[in-house]
């Protein structure tokens, strides 16, 4: 799937090669247009698109940040920084998410009260907001994220424990300022609906067997976030959104009657946005290559161990050859692949590797080389 998408866009992507140096990214725009859209009608019987909160730390490229706002989808931030960046694009609605949030941090909350939810992560999180409510007399809306053991694993950093939910509430009522009237469910890399069906789940348990009737009414929102993996796009979509309306149905529908629900994709709109490409600037054998780029334009010294693939548009071909092309990084972890779709590999080779928009160039770092630019897909 990958490599046919991407064989269909090789003119356009070799039209850019001479006008600009190598490396770089690609930002392709019009498939991101397509991969918000695919998932908004996916999940279109649960909420508008302004509901859908794009996950700004899997991307937070500017151009791509201000297409999603234009799209009509939110934000959510997990610092300052990003939060900034929100109010820059101009989004209407932002997610405040994250552990450890500062005076600072939520300073700015209050200070944006008219755009922002808080998701609160903590019972000292409640109180420093809740305090920093009262003295300024600014009322702020806010959820709490919650942590379900047999759901997250070793996910327990975030959030409260689900049986302190009630407790949560109930601390909450001393600060007048503060509504407290969501609740927000995330976990990561699921590769169906299951994990969102056992949360939800457990939800609407707890809040049948602890919130009064008037509890319930007084929630606006259920958050279940992100963490949509996608290795098959259109196929998963339709077991999420499938798997997901069938619990809300069963567990929340009944007892919630006029929440909103919330999601915070990432990856699953991006991945596909942005490709990166470099060069073969030296062959040493038969078996080894070096590339002109180094693995610091994706952060990390892969190791080979991480697999993606790699296309040789110069000498393309739709089957694999073992070959290792490294970086050109002073490292020995600096590898890119062991395998490249390629006839063969020679000199001056121009080599994809295609949809790497999800925590590629947000982990970049300047590691000898500088961080690559970026340039958009014509």
């Not at 770089?24 to 279109?44: E, W």
């Not at 309306?245 to 629900?261: F, N, T």
């Not at 697999?307 to 990084?329: A, Q, R, V, W």
């Not at 295609?354 to 925590?359: D, E, N, R, S, V």
Request: charged share 20%; net charge positive.
């Amino acid at each position: 799937m990958l490599i046919k998408e991407t064989i269909t866009k090789k003119k356009l992507i070799m039209d850019m090669v001479g006008k600009h140096s190598f490396p770089f990214f690609i930002f392709d725009k019009k498939q991101l247009f397509l991969s918000f859209n695919q998932f908004a009608d996916a999940f279109f019987f649960f909420f508008p698109k302004e509901n859908i909160f794009y996950a700004v730390k899997s991307n937070p490229y500017l151009p791509l940040v201000k297409e999603i706002v234009k799209l009509g989808g939110s934000l959510d931030v997990s610092s300052a920084s990003e939060f900034e960046m929100a109010l820059k694009c101009g989004s209407k609605k932002i997610l405040f998410s994250g552990p450890g949030k500062t005076l600072n941090d939520l300073s700015l909350a209050v200070s944006n009260r008219e755009k922002v939810i808080v998701n609160i992560d903590s019972f000292g999180e409640l109180t420093r907001l809740g305090e920093l409510t009262n003295r300024s007399k600014t009322a702020v809306k806010a959820g709490v994220r919650i942590f379900i053991e047999e759901a997250h694993g070793k996910w327990n950093k975030f959030g409260i424990d689900l049986s302190d939910l009630r407790k949560f509430f109930k601390v909450a009522q001393k600060y007048q300022y503060l509504d407290l009237c969501g609740i927000q469910c995330h976990m990561s890399w699921n590769k169906n609906s299951q994990p969102y069906k056992k949360a939800i789940k457990a939800i609407g348990v707890y809040l049948r067997d602890n919130f009064s009737k008037k509890d319930l009414a007084n929630l606006k929102f259920i958050d279940f976030g992100g963490g949509f993996l996608p290795d098959n796009r259109l196929c998963q979509l339709e077991d999420y959104s499938s798997g997901i309306k069938m619990a809300i149905q069963k567990h929340l529908a009944p007892i919630l009657k006029s929440v909103e629900y919330f999601t915070e994709p990432g990856r699953i709109i991006n991945y596909a946005s942005m490709h990166f490409l470099f060069t073969i600037a030296d062959v040493k054998s038969k078996k080894i290559a070096i590339a002109d780029a180094g693995t610091n334009a994706f952060g990390v010294d892969t190791g080979g161990f991480e697999y993606f693939p790699l296309i040789n548009l110069t000498n393309p071909s739709s089957k694999e050859i073992p070959f290792e092309i490294h970086g050109s990084l002073c490292t020995p972890y600096d590898i890119w692949g062991h395998s490249c779709y390629a006839s063969k590999i020679k000199e001056g080779d121009i080599i994809l590797a295609p949809f790497q928009g999800a925590y590629t160039l947000t982990l970049a770092q300047n590691f000898i080389k500088p961080i690559p630019p970026v340039y958009e897909l014509n």
